[in-house]
Nanobody, 120 residues
Framework: QVQLVESGGGLVQPGGSLRLSCAAS????????MGWYRQAPGNERELVAT???????NYADSVKGRVTISRDNAKNTVYLQLNSLKPEDTAVYYC??????????????WGKGTLVTVSS
């Protein structure tokens, strides 16, 4: 019954921008830290950005300065703004939810991903 549904991926030229969204249902959204990960073919899944329940962001060095993670608790949605995109950013981007230790839920949740392709 828990669902994380990503959207906003697509084809973009190098230097372009995309805004990814992840809509959560089946959880009390404000009790979960959220994150974005990505996986390119032949690569391991890597962390892109996280955001705490209080809204504090953290970024991987590879994307720092080019991405912004944010959340809207009223909409149960986390966003990833991608700017100055490079071909090496091409990957399936996954949304992740991690419960606060203050609640009984001990399950991490994942969406099915949205594909970002950066190519000229």
């Amino acid at each position: 019954q828990v669902q994380l549904v990503e959207s906003g991926g697509g084809l973009v030229q190098p230097g372009g921008s995309l805004r990814l969204s992840c809509a959560a249902s089946g959880i009390i959204f404000s009790w979960y830290a959220m994150g974005w990960y990505r996986q390119a073919p032949g690569n391991e899944r890597e962390l892109v950005a996280t955001i705490t329940r209080g809204g504090s962001p953290n970024y991987a060095d590879s994307v720092k300065g080019r991405v912004t993670i944010s959340r809207d608790n009223a909409k149960n949605t986390v966003y990833l703004q991608l700017n100055s995109l490079k071909p090496e950013d091409t990957a399936v981007y996954y949304c992740n939810a991690v419960p606060s230790p203050l609640i009984p839920d001990r399950t991490d949740y994942w969406g099915k991903g949205t594909l970002v392709t950066v190519s000229s």
